[in-house]
């Protein structure tokens, strides 16, 4: 599994991975522990503040799991990577903290046929669902497009509770665990949690026939950089 982000959700669901036994888990991530990561992010300590994510990362989940085969990519997921990264894995697992990433993660795994499992948290609500290789539906289905200007709030605008994103990186875990046992009853279907109702709900998401990515007049074939200009959201 490749897992992108080493954040709110990439930790809890990278430790859930490694604890269940998956050969290879391969982390990609470019940033440093801040002291402001610490509530949520839960492979990091106080002790890893100004160090690299990867290195912290990894040492914590060898601690747990010294058997664990984990690989590193120092980098962000681009466009001149997408479509290499996504392909060198059997299942990925998007845990991006801004909507530009998400959609590339989205493109590139439907080019290389790749079942993506997505997985955000904002405020006190949480989500995850997982897409697969051939879309219908995907990303696209539901949002289209990146949102414009400041349609969507940033972790710093509207905040983020750990306890939330632990448990949508434990959802992202789970799909992804269920369509690496290859269950096709984990896509097409949205799981969010509501923190302050102590709600889990999971609803189906219908393929719209005018998706650009995996609709019958598709025209995303191949990844263009200029496609991807985005906005924050929250890990």
């Not at 801040?34 to 912290?56: C, I, M, P, S, Y």
Request: with cysteine; hydrophobic share 45%; net charge negative.
């Amino acid at each position: 599994m490749l897992l992108v982000g080493v954040g709110g959700l990439g930790c809890p669901a990278a430790s859930a991975l490694v604890r269940a036994g998956v050969g290879r888990v391969v982390l990609v991530d470019d940033d440093l522990v801040d002291e402001t990561n610490l509530h949520r992010q839960v492979l990091f300590g106080e002790d890893d503040v100004g160090r690299d994510k990867l290195d912290a990362a990894r040492r914590a989940l060898l601690r747990a799991t010294p058997a664990a085969r984990i690989e590193l990519v120092r980098s962000r997921f681009l466009p001149d990577n997408a479509r290499e990264l996504a392909r060198s894995a059997d299942v990925v697992i998007e845990g991006a903290d801004n909507y530009a990433t998400k959609f590339l993660v989205a493109d590139a795994c439907r080019i290389e046929e790749r079942p993506v499992v997505h997985g955000s948290a904002v405020r006190w609500r949480a989500t995850a669902w997982a897409v697969g290789s051939d879309g219908a539906p995907c990303y696209r289905c539901l949002f289209e497009d990146l949102p414009a200007g400041e349609a969507q709030p940033n972790c710093a605008e509207a905040g983020v509770m750990g306890p939330v994103v632990g448990i949508a990186g434990a959802l992202m875990a789970d799909l992804a665990l269920r369509v690496l046992c290859g269950d096709a009853s984990a896509f097409g279907i949205i799981h969010t949690f509501d923190g302050l109702a102590d709600r889990l709900r999971a609803v189906g998401v219908q393929r719209r026939d005018a998706c650009a990515l995996c609709g019958p007049g598709r025209t995303i074939f191949d990844i263009d950089e200029a496609r991807y200009t985005g906005t924050s959201c929250a890990a």
